[in-house]
């Protein structure tokens, strides 16, 4: 309960105000959680794992103490066993309405085209969408966990089958939609893993080495990158991250190729700053600047590179794209643009879950 209102307090007025709200919905939860499996029938998730998801929804996808609360009284509150003029009378109307909504996602099936009936920019302040973000906690829980899908009590009433096609369907394209990107990976890999586990096991095994060690090479690159550019006159910043097993698994099967063809294991985004007023010509020459320096710091794989700013994509996506041989003998995927470039591709015509979610 500490970290879970430590995480609240910087959100809100301070712990003072936090701690009695977390405290008394986490004694209510387990007092009427303890009473329903004293007289047996369906065992409820305990109050612990439900602070799990609650830690989960404030520290991942940033939500408010409301959400919060929802997570730890929705087992008691979806079981009958709290009313809703209850929570209202002592947690807020907020906190009410998205427990409402997480019992009439219970009686819900989602079907293979749900996601269509949702807008392309979510309200994340809606009780609907909040209660989603639960569940989706919930899943992320049991990923971490360790426990097989077969043993988990994420919803009694889905086989293991029906979640992961849920987590295909809705639950992982709609993260994309929200740019809820570190989410989505966790989801797409939790569905990997149980969907096809060979295939899940033989990439990490052909990877070698841990995601966080992965992240730890990536950042030693990004910061020669970083030092080779601070001596020239170009505004900048960098984005990076490292492909999921998931991502690696969906390219193999797409392009048809092996895992030694995959070539953006790990990738760094450069992107140029301070060109408003210039002319798309003078876009373009500050791009291959960049790619002249970077060309320089690294061995470039010319075979590969994509030039997509001397020919944008149909879209509108302007990038330019290169795979670079690096000193430790690893691959690195650079992508250069414009804050212009950037912006488009992140929300305009080209932006990136439209074509995703399509894939």
């Known amino acids: 309960m500490h970290q879970l209102a430590r995480v609240l307090a910087k959100k809100s007025n301070g712990l003072k105000k936090v701690w009695p709200v977390v405290e008394e919905a986490y004694l209510l939860a387990g007092r009427l959680t303890s009473d329903k499996n004293k007289f047996g029938g369906m065992p409820l998730r305990c109050p612990k794992e439900s602070l799990q998801v609650a830690i989960i929804a404030v520290t991942e996808m940033s939500l408010d103490i409301s959400a919060a609360v929802a997570a730890i009284l929705s087992p008691p509150f979806l079981s009958g066993l709290l009313a809703k003029k209850e929570v209202e009378r002592c947690f807020g109307v907020k906190t009410a309405a998205i427990l409402e909504e997480l ?86 890999d939790f569905w990997l893993k149980h969907s096809d586990t060979l295939s899940y096991y033989a990439i990490t095994a052909k990877l070698g080495i841990t995601k966080l060690q992965r992240q730890k090479r990536l950042d030693f690159l990004s910061e020669e990158i970083y030092a080779a550019m601070q001596g020239t006159a170009i505004n900048f910043f960098i984005k990076k991250r490292v492909k999921s097993v998931y991502s690696i698994w969906h390219k193999i ?107």
């Open 253 to 359: 099967q797409k392009l048809r190729v092996g895992f030694e063809h995959i070539y953006d294991l790990s990738a760094v985004r450069i992107i140029i700053t301070g060109m408003d007023g210039t002319t798309l010509e003078e876009e373009k020459i500050a791009c291959w600047k960049v790619f002249s320096i970077i060309s320089g710091l690294y061995n470039p794989m010319y075979h590969i590179m994509r030039d997509w700013i001397s020919t944008p994509r149909e879209s509108g996506y302007e990038s330019l794209h290169l795979t670079l041989q690096t000193n430790q003998s690893e691959r690195l995927e650079v992508q250069i643009r414009t804050e212009r470039m950037d912006h488009i591709a992140e929300y305009g015509h080209a932006a990136h879950w439209k074509y995703k979610c399509n894939a």
């Open 103 to 188: 019992r009439s996602l219970k009686g819900c099936k989602i079907q293979g085209d749900t996601i269509r009936s949702y807008p392309t920019h979510p309200d994340r302040n809606a009780p609907h969408i909040l209660a989603i973000l639960l569940q989706i906690c919930d899943v992320i829980r049991v990923k971490c966990s360790g426990i097989t899908l077969e043993d988990t009590d994420w919803d009694r009433s889905l086989s293991g089958s029906q979640l992961l096609l849920d987590l295909k369907c809705f639950y992982i394209p709609l993260s994309h939609r929200m740019r809820l990107y570190d989410v989505q990976t966790k989801l797409a």
